[in-house]
């Protein structure tokens, strides 16, 4: 299996813009998980999905965060607009809730916004 | 509410030296276990996770961790350090509902040469 599949691996946009984040989790799993990680705040837990459901978005720090799972195999993260106090490493994350209940982590995506 | 506490932000040991990381957890219920490692620039790598069983957890890399209820601990260890062991660890407990994590703060381990 080729892992949790995120894209794009880095991003650099200017504040204001639109940015979206794209993830592909481990085929067969069923709940996904969107995660930021930054210097200050460590590793925080933006967004789950169980079985493309929306469970627990109470880690998605403003309306300008939306996040989407319109499949078993895809997965998007919107920041519309973007602004600099956003910049941080996003990863994506899945698990089979089946199994054990370990995530596989994706290699994330560093955003930067100017 | 599950959380999990990892004593030490940074931590330095020498080659060939002992490596103690320390996680404690608070649960109201029997506790999943993990311990995730990171190297500069990548994901979270699971090392070894205890659910049920044996209380000594083996994981890759010659780690492993003792799950200990009375003391509410899963502190990771290795007994001989590598420099290719340099990264940030993360000890998870799993969530009463099992939806999802409650991560630590993590641990940078540095080892010197």
């Known amino acids: 299996d080729a892992g949790v599949i995120q894209s794009p691996r880095h991003e650099v946009t200017e504040m204001g813009q639109e940015v979206t984040l794209r993830c592909k989790p481990i085929?067969?799993?069923?709940?996904l998980f969107w995660y930021r990680q930054t210097m200050m705040r460590g590793l925080e837990l933006l967004i789950y999905?169980?079985?493309?459901?929306?469970?627990?978005d109470s880690g998605m720090p403003e309306d300008r965060f939306s996040a989407k799972m319109p499949n078993a195999s895809f997965s998007t993260l919107k920041i519309q607009p973007s602004e600099p106090r956003d910049s941080a490493v996003y990863f994506c994350?899945?698990?089979?809730?089946?199994?054990?209940?370990?995530?596989?982590f994706g290699p994330g995506t560093r955003l930067t916004v100017t | 509410a599950q959380s999990v506490t990892q004593l030490g932000s940074h931590v330095s040991v020498s080659e060939g030296a002992l490596v103690l990381l320390r996680c404690n957890y608070s649960?109201?219920?029997?506790?999943?276990l993990f311990w995730y490692v990171q190297y500069p620039n990548q994901g979270l790598q699971l090392l070894l996770k205890y659910t049920t069983g044996a209380t000594l957890v083996k994981g890759i890399n010659g780690f492993e961790a003792e799950f200990k209820k009375s003391e509410t601990s899963f502190h990771l260890t290795k007994p001989s350090a590598h420099m290719s062991d340099a990264a940030e660890y993360f000890c998870?407990?799993?969530?009463?509902?099992?939806?999802?994590?409650?991560f630590g703060s993590g641990t940078k381990l540095n080892v010197k040469p």
């Open positions: 998870a407990v799993l969530s009463k509902d099992f939806n999802k994590f409650y």
């Open positions: 649960s109201s219920v029997p506790p999943y």
């Open positions: 999905f169980n079985n493309n459901v929306p469970i627990d």
């Open positions: 994350a899945s698990s089979d809730r089946q199994g054990a209940y370990e995530q596989y």
């Open positions: 085929s067969g799993h069923n709940s």
